[in-house]
């Protein structure tokens, strides 16, 4: 996966789906764009003065879910899980913080594999002050290398990686994760949740924490696949990564997969200033073959 960065300009923004629709894979169940029909309509309204039309042809309101509950409930009832991370307190205007609190171990004492899970805020509150969550899985497994096992990484993604994978990760517009049939997450005794929230000020200040709501799949069912929600970066975590006023910088990182897998989603997003990244299959035979690339970013995630 490669990334371009690009110096400080403007204001943060990140509106959806600015993938180029000339490479790569172009075809996705939740597709929010519009098409080049749609566009054109709009267009064509907004040059024509944007008459306001029949109000007798207004659709109802939409009903938004409530922020409360479990939006999983419906179909799956109450988690068998909640977990919790431990309050922050947002202060008035500061600069971003990343809360990072581990829990205590899962309430499992056998291995467990889990069908779906489901994060949001604590309070509607929250919600202002979230920018993304990650609830990364720790757990120990026999004849899993630790990072430590691996060469020229840097110390803090040392501290991060971690045999599981991520368990789920929060933002607006993704709330759960619904793994398909005689697919699941494993949990293991011991596993514990290591939080990663990213916290903004919104001028006033606000107390609040994560929850993850996990479901199981019944006692002695094992599905036959296993999936992981995996971290690829741009550039090693824990080194510097020196962008100078006005100027364009490239990076790029390699992750090697140690199995055959099916991509079921994947999504990118910058932390800084950012312009352009792609995510790249590099196969067994040496080719090469582009899976996204995102080029136009306002300016940062």
Excluded at 147 to 161: E, F, K, N, S, V
Excluded at 162 to 187: H, R, S
């Amino acid at each position: 996966m490669g990334g371009k960065n690009q110096g400080p300009r403007g204001h943060p923004n990140m509106p959806p789906w600015h993938l180029d629709r000339t490479v790569g894979i172009q075809r996705f169940k939740n597709d929010t764009s519009l098409t080049d029909e749609q566009i054109d309509t709009i267009v064509r309204w907004v040059d024509s003065g944007k008459a306001p039309g029949n109000p007798k042809d207004m659709p109802p309101a939409k009903m938004w879910p409530s922020d409360e509950g479990w939006q999983l409930a419906e179909q799956y009832g109450q988690p068998d899980i909640v977990v919790q991370s431990a309050p922050y307190t947002v202060p008035g205007p500061r600069q971003d913080a990343w809360w990072k609190p581990l829990s205590d171990e899962l309430p499992v004492t056998e291995p467990r594999w889990v069908r779906a899970v489901e994060m949001r805020p604590g309070t509607s509150a929250g919600r202002r002050v979230t920018h993304h969550a990650l609830a990364q899985l720790l757990q120990d497994e026999p004849g899993v290398s630790s990072a430590a096992d691996d060469d020229g990484i840097g110390p803090l993604a040392q501290a991060r990686r971690n045999d599981g994978g991520l368990l789920m990760e929060w933002a607006i517009g993704k709330q759960f994760d619904v793994y398909p049939a005689n697919t699941g997450k494993l949990l293991l005794p011991g596993a514990r949740i290591r939080w990663d929230v990213h916290y903004h000020s919104v001028g006033e200040q606000v107390r609040d924490n994560v929850m993850l709501g996990i479901y199981l799949y019944p006692k002695g069912e094992t599905p036959k696949y296993r999936t992981r929600l995996m971290e690829f970066h741009a550039n090693q975590l824990g080194r510097v990564l020196d962008i100078p006023p006005n100027t364009i910088t490239e990076t790029q990182l390699f992750h090697v997969l140690k199995s055959p897998p099916r991509l079921r989603t994947f999504s990118r997003t910058w932390h800084l200033r950012g312009k352009a990244m792609s995510m790249e299959a590099i196969l067994p035979d040496g080719t090469t073959e582009m899976l996204s690339y995102v080029d136009r970013f306002a300016s940062t995630g």
